[in-house]
C-alpha cells in the first residue's frame, strides 16, 4: 500500500552535496517526491510502499558520503500525495537549528582540475565544488543558499548556472560556484593599497615577492595569512620583529604530503589528519635533515604543519616550490584581519605587499591546530574544518542559554533544546579589537540560529572581560568555578555525566571558590556535589603578572619556603652558575632578585597573591635549570620543559609530599625543589623527565586514594604530550579508566562547554 512520509534529517546536510544525493538516489529507486532545505537540516517527502521507504532511509543513511553526516533522522506519515517525479525544491523556513558545514579543503576531483591546462578553470584560484571549498565564513544567514551567501554578489555565467542545475554534475547546488568569468578575482597591492597586479599576474607577482624575503598578507579563507619563505633565515628573523613576535613557534605550509614526509616524521593518524577535509596544523617531530631555518620553532623538537587548503595556496606554493611560514594575519594580541582594506591598516607596517581577492569573509577563523596523544588527535586550537559543528548535550536545557567562555584563547557558546554550537576560537581578551571579535561572534551565532538568549553563563573571574560583559547584559547570569567548567566538559564527552568522577585540572590561571588563583587542581564529582579535595600548595605570584612575565620570580617564590628566609645566592654554591651564556644571563636575575629587599618583604609579608597553579610550577622549574629567561608567550616555559624530555631515559621521579589541611590534602612541592637542587644542573633532560614522572606517579597516588574508577584530565597543562600519554599509561595499568578530551581542547578553548554543562546539571558546591 502507497503512503506518503516526511523524513526530517538533521546532521551535517547543507553544503555538502546532500540534496543531489538524495535525488539521485531516489532516481536510481524509482521513487517520486521533493527534497529541500530547511533551517533545520533538509526534508525528504516520497510516495511509496512500505519496504521502498525503508529501503531508501537504510540506504539514504549508509551510503551518504563524507563529510556528509547523518545525526538524527525521523519519518513522519502525511496524507496521500502524488508526484510525477522526484525534484529539487526550494528551500524553507522555520526555526533554526541546522548544521554549519565548516570550511572544506579543496578536493581532489578539484585540484585536478585546476592543473588541467584543458579545464576552464586551469589555475583559477577560486575552484570549488559541493565536496570542498568556503562554507562557514561565506554564511550569512540559514537556510544555506547562494542568495544568503556572500557569493550572492557574483552572479553565475551561462556555463556555472547549468552546472549548477544540473542534478548529475559534480557542482549541482555547489553555492561557491564560479569560474574566471563570473566569479573572485585576485590583486596584488602595495603598502599604500594600489592595485600593482589582478588575475593570475597577481599570483606570480607574490610568488617573486615571497622568493626574494618579503612578506606577504594573503587572504585566505577565513582570513590573512602573513606569510615567507621557511627557508630563508632573514626572511623569518624579519617578520618576528614586524609582528612582535619573537620566539613563539611559527606554522608552516607545504603543498604536498611528500616534501612533508621527507622533513618530518608522520605516523598514519598524522598523515590522515594532515589530508583530511579539515586540513589542520597538525604538530610534527622533525628529522634532522629539516630543510627549515631554526628560527621557525625555536629550541621545539616539533614544527606545526599543514598542507595547502585552497587552491590559491596550491598555486602559490607550486610556482614557489618551496615551503612558506602561513601565520595569523593579525597584530599581537588582535584577531585576524578578514577584509582587505582593514588588513591593510593593520598590517602595512608588517607586510611588504598584500595578495587579497573580493569575495567577502563574513567571520573570521583560525587554523585549527591538532597533535596526536595516544592514538587520538588532540586539539590546541579548534577553528577551522571543525567550527561551529554542534555538540549533543547530555540532556536537553530547558531554557536558551549562552556562554561566554574564559579569558583566554576564549570560544563562546550557545544552547537550545539538545545542541551546543561552539564558536572557533577567538583568542586572549586583551585588547578592543578582542572584545569586538567576541561580541559579533555572538551576534553572528545568534543571527545564524535565531537565537535569543534566556540566561548567560560565565566565568567566576571578577576581571575578565566575558564576565563583565555578562553582567552588564539585562538578564540573569550564572558565574561557574573556572577548573569544575574543564573537567564537566571532559566529563560530557564521555557521557559520565551522571557518574562519579576524579577530575585533574591543571593550567596557568582561574579564580577559585575562595578568592585565590587556583590551578592544580583535583575534583570529586558525584551526581549532586562537587568539591575540591587536593591541590598544590599554593605560593606566591611576586609581583602578580610581572612573575608570569618574569618567571625567575616564581623561582623565588619556590626556594625561599623550601630553604627558610635567609636563603641567599650562596646558599646553593655553584649549582646557580652556567657556563652558557643566555643561562648566565637568567642566573644573573636571580642572583639579583635573591638579594631584592622588596621581593623579600612580599614574599615574608605575604603581599603578594597566592596560587595553586600548576602551569606556574612548570614556569618556575624552567626557570631553575636556565631553559627560560622572560615568557613572550603564554605556555612558553612549559614547552622549553617538554621539550627537554627524554621519554626512556629513566622511570625515576622526584618527591612530592601530601599534607592535610583544612579537610583537603596540599600537594608539597619543596621535597622536589630540594631533589632538583641536588641534581648535577646541566642535565636537563634528566631534571625534566624526572619533574612530569613526578606529576604522573603524584595522580596515580591520589587516584588510588580515592578510588573513583574513572578520572577526567583536563586543563592547559595537559596539551603536554609526554605528561598526558604518560598519565593515561599510567592510569589505565593501575586500574583506572582515564578520561582526556576529544571534541574540544583541553585548555580553554573549551571551558564555555563546561559552563552550559555546570547550568543544565546544577551541582552543589561542598567547601
Known amino acids: 500500500m502507497l503512503k506518503t512520509v516526511a523524513i526530517q534529517v538533521q546532521g551535517r546536510v547543507q553544503g555538502v552535496g546532500f540534496r543531489p544525493f538524495v535525488y539521485t538516489l531516489a532516481q536510481e529507486m524509482g521513487l517520486n517526491g521533493w527534497v529541500n532545505n530547511s533551517t533545520q537540516g533538509a526534508t525528504v517527502v ?41 525534484t529539487i525544491r526550494p528551500s524553507s523556513d522555520g526555526p533554526k537549528t541546522a548544521s554549519i558545514l565548516p570550511d572544506l579543503s579543496t578536493c581532489s576531483a578539484c585540484l585536478t582540475e585546476l592543473f588541467d591546462p584543458s579545464d576552464r578553470r586551469y589555475l583559477y584560484p577560486f575552484i570549488n565544488c559541493t565536496h570542498c571549498g568556503p562554507r562557514y565564513t561565506i554564511i550569512e544567514a540559514l537556510p544555506y543558499d547562494r542568495c544568503r551567501t556572500t557569493m550572492a554578489r557574483f552572479r553565475q ?58 612578506i606577504i598578507a594573503i587572504k585566505g579563507l577565513g582570513g590573512f595569512h602573513l606569510c615567507c619563505d621557511a627557508t630563508d633565515f632573514e626572511a623569518v628573523e624579519k617578520l618576528r620583529l614586524r609582528k612582535h613576535r619573537p ?12 616534501q612533508i614526509v621527507e622533513h618530518y616524521q608522520p605516523n598514519n593518524l598524522e598523515v590522515e589528519l594532515l589530508q583530511s577535509a579539515a586540513a589542520p596544523i597538525v604538530l610534527l617531530n622533525k628529522k634532522k635533515q629539516l630543510i627549515l631555518v631554526e628560527n621557525i620553532a625555536p629550541g621545539n623538537p616539533r614544527v606545526g604543519v599543514m598542507l595547502a587548503y585552497t587552491p590559491l595556496h596550491h598555486l602559490l606554493l607550486k610556482k614557489l616550490k618551496k615551503p612558506m611560514v602561513a601565520t595569523s594575519g593579525n597584530l599581537a594580541g588582535e584577531q585576524i584581519c578578514i577584509d582587505n582594506i582593514d588588513a591593510l591598516t593593520r598590517l602595512q607596517n608588517i607586510a611588504d605587499g598584500f595578495l587579497v581577492h573580493d569575495r567577502p569573509i563574513v567571520c ?77 561572534a555572538i551576534a553572528h551565532l545568534s543571527q545564524l540560529y535565531d537565537f535569543s538568549p534566556q540566561e548567560i553563563v560565565a566565568d567566576l573571574h571578577p576581571d575578565y572581560f566575558s564576565h563583565q560583559y555578562a553582567e552588564n547584559q539585562a538578564l540573569p547570569v550564572t558565574f561557574v568555578q573556572h577548573h569544575y567548567a574543564h573537567i564537566l566538559a571532559v566529563m560530557a564527552e564521555h557521557g559520565v555525566m551522571e557518574e562519579s568522577v576524579l577530575g585533574i585540572a591543571w593550567d596557568g590561571t582561574g579564580y577559585g571558590m575562595d578568592g585565590t588563583i587556583w590551578g592544580g587542581e583535583f575534583l570529586k564529582i558525584t551526581q549532586g556535589t562537587w568539591q575540591r579535595i587536593a591541590h598544590l600548595q599554593p605560593f606566591h605570584l611576586l609581583g602578580n603578572q610581572q612573575a608570569i612575565k618574569y618567571p625567575h620570580r616564581i623561582a623565588l617564590a619556590l626556594l625561599w ?68 629567561n622572560e615568557v613572550t608567550f603564554e605556555g612558553q616555559a612549559a614547552i622549553a620543559l617538554e621539550a627537554q624530555i627524554m621519554p626512556n631515559l629513566t622511570e625515576e621521579y622526584y618527591p612530592l609530599t601530601l599534607n592535610n589541611k583544612e579537610k583537603k590534602l596540599a600537594v608539597d612541592w619543596r621535597p622536589l625543589i630540594k631533589a632538583i637542587t641536588t641534581e648535577d644542573r646541566s642535565k636537563t633532560n634528566l631534571i625534566a623527565t624526572k619533574f612530569h614522572n613526578s606529576l604522573v606517579n603524584l595522580i596515580i597516588t591520589i587516584a588510588q586514594q580515592q578510588g573513583i574508577e574513572k578520572v577526567a584530565l583536563g586543563g592547559g597543562c595537559f596539551q603536554n604530550c609526554y605528561l598526558l600519554a604518560s598519565t593515561i599509561t599510567a592510569l589505565k595499568k593501575a586500574g583506572f579508566s582515564p578520561l582526556w578530551p576529544r571534541e574540544l581542547p583541553p585548555n580553554d578553548g573549551a571551558i564555555c562547554m563546561g559552563q552550559l554543562l555546570a547550568k543544565i546539571q546544577a551541582r552543589q558546591y561542598i567547601c
Not at 606570480?204 to 615577492?209: H, K, Q, S, Y
Not at 632578585?593 to 606556574?616: E, H, I, V, Y
Open 46 to 86: 516520497i510516495t511509496a510502499d512500505e519496504k521502498a521507504i525503508a529501503d531508501f532511509t537504510e540506504r539514504l543513511t549508509k551510503t551518504l558520503p563524507p563529510p556528509g553526516l547523518i545525526e538524527q533522522l525521523a519519518v513522519e506519515q502525511l496524507p496521500l500525495e502524488s508526484f510525477t517525479n522526484f
Open 247 to 258: 620566539d613563539k613557534p611559527l606554522a608552516v605550509m607545504y603543498g604536498n604530503l611528500g
Open 364 to 440: 573570521p577563523v583560525d587554523d585549527s591546530v591538532v597533535q596526536i596523544v595516544a592514538g587520538k588527535p588532540l586539539f590546541l586550537r579548534r577553528a577551522r574544518g571543525y567550527a561551529p559543528q554542534p555538540i549533543t548535550l547530555p540532556k536537553p536545557t530547558q531554557k536558551k542559554l549562552l556562554a561566554m567562555g574564559g579569558h583566554y584563547k576564549n570560544t563562546v557558546a550557545i544552547a537550545k533544546q539538545n545542541q551546543a554550537y561552539v564558536s572557533q576560537h577567538l583568542g586572549d581578551l586583551n585588547s578592543a579589537p578582542t572584545y569586538q571579535n567576541f561580541e559579533e
Open 561 to 628: 619556603p623550601t630553604f627558610g628566609d635567609d636563603f641567599s645566592a650562596d646558599s646553593l654554591g655553584n649549582w646557580l652558575n652556567f657556563n652558557n651564556g643566555f643561562k648566565n644571563k637568567i642566573n644573573s636575575r636571580l642572583n639579583q632578585d635573591l638579594n631584592n629587599k622588596n621581593l623579600r618583604q612580599l614574599w615574608q609579608r605575604g603581599q603578594a597573591p597566592l596560587t595553586s597553579s600548576m602551569g606556574r610550577l612548570f614556569d618556575g622549574i624552567a626557570t631553575l635549570i636556565g631553559l627560560i
Open 157 to 214: 555565467c551561462t556555463d556555472c548556472e547549468r552546472e549548477y542545475k544540473q542534478p548529475g554534475d559534480r557542482r549541482f547546488h555547489a553555492q561557491p560556484n564560479a569560474c574566471p568569468r563570473c566569479g573572485p578575482q585576485l590583486a596584488f597591492w602595495n603598502r599604500q593599497g594600489q592595485v600593482i597586479a589582478e588575475a593570475n599576474e597577481a599570483l606570480n607577482f607574490a610568488v617573486d615577492n615571497l622568493k626574494v624575503g618579503n
